[in-house]
């Protein structure tokens, strides 16, 4: 299988924590893949994603190709067994908190596109202002739910890495803020989280 991604993508590395924790990363080609917004990418949207966006996983068979993020995640593990997604009733709380997780993650990729790619003339500060007030609001639920879905004797799920990635993220590009301070519970399970090889595996380079 071949995975297009990019090192700095948070949605690209919850792909290759979850293909780690699985046990499927050496069955994962990768091959780097440039796309942004504004910066088309036309051979990749007519062969890969029409919608521009990594990660995108081709399949063995050479034609088959799987994107977003959360499609690639469950067909991983589905492949693998099922192992980080439950079945029946248990499997919607999972996928309610990564959702949320995952709207987490958007909202600051977001924020960074405003204010990396748009000239500054043209910035919106209401608009950033609400996108990271998301990624506040997100940070606030899993601390005041995380003695229920983070600690304890809980296994691995989809939505525990979705969140991990996106605390990296927040890591990696909002480093100023400092986001621990506000959510104390959170960054105790953080902590350990991000000590698994997996995580350790795809720190994003400086």
Not at 10 to 22: D, Q
Request: with cysteine; glycine share 6%.
């Amino acid at each position: 299988m071949k995975l297009m991604y990019s090192p700095t993508s948070p949605f690209a590395r919850r792909v290759r924590v979850a293909a780690a924790e699985l046990g499927l990363a050496e069955r994962l080609q990768l091959e780097v893949v440039h796309v942004a917004p504004g910066r088309e990418n036309a051979q990749f949207a007519a062969t890969v994603n029409p919608l521009r966006k990594i990660p995108a996983l081709l399949l063995d068979d050479g034609v088959t190709v799987l994107f977003d993020s959360t499609v690639i995640c469950e067909y991983l593990d589905q492949l693998a067994g099922g192992r980080l997604l439950p079945a029946g009733a248990a499997r919607w709380p999972v996928l309610t908190r990564q959702a949320l997780a995952l709207g987490m993650t958007e909202a600051l990729v977001l924020s960074r596109y405003e204010n990396w790619l748009r000239p500054e003339a043209l910035r919106w500060s209401q608009w950033t202002q609400d996108q990271e007030d998301r990624f506040w609001r997100g940070l606030d639920w899993f601390e005041r739910h995380a003695a229920a879905t983070l600690t304890g004797p809980r296994s691995l799920d989809l939505s525990q890495i979705a969140l991990a990635c996106c605390l990296g993220y927040a890591d990696f590009r909002f480093a100023a803020f400092d986001w621990p301070i506000r959510a104390p519970g959170v960054a105790a399970w953080y902590r350990g989280f991000a000590a698994r090889p997996s995580m350790a595996a795809t720190v994003p380079p400086p």
